[in-house]
Protein backbone atom coordinates (compact mmCIF):
# COMPACT_ATOMS: atom_id res chain seq x y z
CA UNK A 1 0.00 0.00 0.00
CA UNK A 2 2.96 2.61 0.71
CA UNK A 3 4.22 1.64 -2.63
CA UNK A 4 1.07 2.56 -4.31
CA UNK A 5 0.68 5.91 -2.49
CA UNK A 6 4.81 6.75 -3.14
CA UNK A 7 3.73 5.76 -7.00
CA UNK A 8 0.48 7.76 -7.17
CA UNK A 9 2.12 11.23 -5.58
CA UNK A 10 5.50 10.91 -8.34
CA UNK A 11 2.84 10.40 -11.02
CA UNK A 12 0.87 13.81 -9.87
CA UNK A 13 4.59 15.92 -9.64
CA UNK A 14 5.51 14.60 -13.44
CA UNK A 15 1.53 15.43 -14.69
CA UNK A 16 2.20 18.97 -12.79
CA UNK A 17 5.80 19.63 -14.17
CA UNK A 18 3.76 18.82 -17.40
CA UNK A 19 2.35 22.10 -18.09
CA UNK A 20 5.70 24.01 -17.86
CA UNK A 21 7.60 21.56 -20.00
CA UNK A 22 4.45 21.23 -22.66
CA UNK A 23 5.64 24.97 -24.04
CA UNK A 24 8.39 25.42 -25.79
CA UNK A 25 9.64 28.48 -24.02
CA UNK A 26 9.53 29.82 -20.56
CA UNK A 27 9.36 33.93 -19.56
CA UNK A 28 11.28 34.87 -16.84
CA UNK A 29 9.32 37.63 -15.50
CA UNK A 30 11.98 38.12 -12.76
CA UNK A 31 14.89 38.44 -15.06
CA UNK A 32 13.28 39.55 -17.99
CA UNK A 33 14.94 36.61 -20.02
CA UNK A 34 13.20 33.73 -21.94
CA UNK A 35 14.98 29.77 -21.97
CA UNK A 36 13.96 26.55 -23.66
CA UNK A 37 11.79 24.54 -21.19
CA UNK A 38 14.53 22.21 -20.34
CA UNK A 39 17.37 24.80 -19.81
CA UNK A 40 19.57 23.94 -17.16
CA UNK A 41 18.98 27.14 -15.19
CA UNK A 42 15.57 26.53 -14.37
CA UNK A 43 15.51 24.80 -11.07
CA UNK A 44 11.75 24.87 -10.32
CA UNK A 45 9.61 25.28 -13.58
CA UNK A 46 6.12 25.31 -11.71
CA UNK A 47 7.31 28.87 -10.06
CA UNK A 48 5.30 31.89 -10.21
CA UNK A 49 7.85 33.23 -11.67
CA UNK A 50 8.04 31.28 -14.69
CA UNK A 51 5.56 32.03 -17.95
CA UNK A 52 5.01 29.49 -20.50
CA UNK A 53 5.64 30.66 -23.88
CA UNK A 54 4.78 28.85 -27.18
CA UNK A 55 7.22 30.78 -29.51
CA UNK A 56 10.39 32.61 -29.64
CA UNK A 57 9.17 35.19 -31.66
CA UNK A 58 6.11 35.66 -28.90
CA UNK A 59 8.72 36.17 -25.96
CA UNK A 60 10.88 38.66 -28.54
CA UNK A 61 7.67 40.42 -29.19
CA UNK A 62 6.58 40.77 -24.94
CA UNK A 63 10.50 42.51 -24.72
CA UNK A 64 12.49 39.86 -22.95
CA UNK A 65 15.82 38.68 -24.18
CA UNK A 66 17.52 35.11 -24.79
CA UNK A 67 19.11 33.51 -21.89
CA UNK A 68 22.82 33.27 -22.64
CA UNK A 69 23.02 29.53 -21.34
CA UNK A 70 20.84 27.94 -23.58
CA UNK A 71 20.61 30.36 -26.16
CA UNK A 72 16.76 29.96 -27.53
Do not use: D, W
Not at 20 to 43: D, E, M, P, V, W
Not at 50 to 69: D, H, N, Q, T
Amino acid sequence: MKRLVIVFTVMLMLVGMGAAYASGYLLNTQSGKFHYASCRTIKHPNSAKFVPVESREEAIALGYKPCGVCRP
